[in-house]
């Protein structure tokens, strides 16, 4: 329990040192650029205004009118198709903005309809991406059957990298698509391929919303929606993957500490209710420790590892030892090998002595 804290408390701060430096960086980036724009068009909205006698009620009418024809450029975006392609973008966590629901209605519909539409839309695309894991480990088996490796089956480092290359093949064709039909130069067309699969959806790039394409042409609409299907199962084939690699990594590492917690606890003896003195006695429970001798060795010699079958016979010799021994202390007799085969403390010599019954376990390390 006390690891698992650790990681987390690490990834928290890994997380959080990523996106500091991840604003520093942007901030380096497109913060002069920003300031730039925003200075060029005060400038071209102060000319317009100046140049047409224009209010500044009557700007702020034209910059609405002007935003809300954006929305409006490819069509009617709530006839089929593009509820259609609004209602995909829902489900699917990708959110441009580039329309929204404006009756109180719409939005009271739009909060229930995500609520039971996203968790089905996402075991969707569970169910897609492992059974696009399953056909790539069918495929990496039979390519290496082919090629008679000894080893045929794939290991989850094949599936994270055959998902991984599965997603790439899906961004370059979809930008490929944009490249030809939106006009876009084919980076831009990549950007938005990547902000769209990882459902990042800025919506600075918004396809399907020229020349009223939603409505004029069926074929590109029909591609775009099967591009977002694939991707997006591709994508969460090989987030699946990784996110269970890295449980399995974790689980592994909790599980191995808990056993060696197991193996040191099952080498210790606790004493519930007893005190040793530091004159080698003990106060507390009488009953705990018993009178008769303890024969087991603890010498230093004896903590180095042996064959199971060895040890085994060991403490079966010892046992048949240690039983005619107490017979014949029974009957008065002693068995004179037992004081020099065994080792017990004493206060001189600081080693074991015969009258504390103190058995101590040992471990290999």
Not at 232 to 260: C, H, P, R, W
Request: glycine residues 6%.
């Amino acid at each position: 329990m006390k690891r698992r804290n650790v990681q987390t408390l690490s990834l928290v701060i890994v997380t959080f040192t990523y996106l500091l430096v991840g604003a520093a960086i942007f901030d380096a980036l497109e913060g002069t650029n920003n300031e730039n724009a925003l200075e060029g068009l005060v400038k071209i909205r102060s000319d317009l205004r100046q140049k047409y006698n224009i209010t500044e009620d009557d700007f702020k009418i034209i910059e609405v009118l002007i935003e809300e024809r954006q929305s409006h450029k490819a069509g009617p975006q709530w006839k089929f198709a593009g509820s259609f392609y609004f209602s995909l973008v829902v489900l699917a966590l990708i959110g441009y903005g580039h329309s929204t629901p404006a009756t109180k209605l719409g939005k009271v519909f739009t909060i229930s309809y995500a609520c039971l539409g996203i968790p089905i839309a996402m075991i969707m695309f569970q169910s897609i991406g492992e059974r696009m894991n399953k056909a790539s480990s069918v495929l990496i088996r039979r390519l290496r059957t082919w090629l008679g490796c000894k080893q045929t089956e794939a290991s989850e480092t094949d599936l994270i990298l055959a998902s991984s290359a599965m997603s790439l093949v899906s961004i370059i064709c979809g930008a490929y698509l944009y490249h030809t039909q939106e006009g876009w130069s084919y980076f831009d067309s990549f950007y938005y391929c990547y902000i769209t699969l990882t459902t990042i959806g800025f919506g600075d790039f918004v396809a399907l919303q020229q020349s009223k394409a939603l409505e004029r042409r069926p074929g590109y609409v029909i591609c775009s929606f099967s591009f977002l299907l694939w991707g997006l199962s591709s994508v969460a084939s090989s987030v699946n993957l990784l996110v269970l690699k890295f449980m399995t990594i974790s689980l592994e590492e909790e599980q191995q500490g808990e056993d060696e917690m197991m193996d040191v606890a099952a080498n210790v003896d606790t004493f519930d209710d007893v005190e040793i003195l530091p004159t080698h006695s003990y106060h507390g429970n009488a009953d705990f420790f018993r009178n008769d001798r303890d024969d087991m060795s603890v010498c230093s010699c004896t903590c180095y590892s042996a064959p199971r079958r060895k040890l085994k016979q060991a403490q079966q010799r010892k046992l048949k030892v240690g039983l005619i021994s107490r017979i014949l202390n029974r009957f008065g007799w002693r068995d004179g090998n037992s004081d020099t085969d065994s080792h017990f403390y004493d206060t001189e010599t600081m080693s074991i002595s015969n009258y504390t019954k103190l058995q101590i376990k040992r471990s290999s390390f």
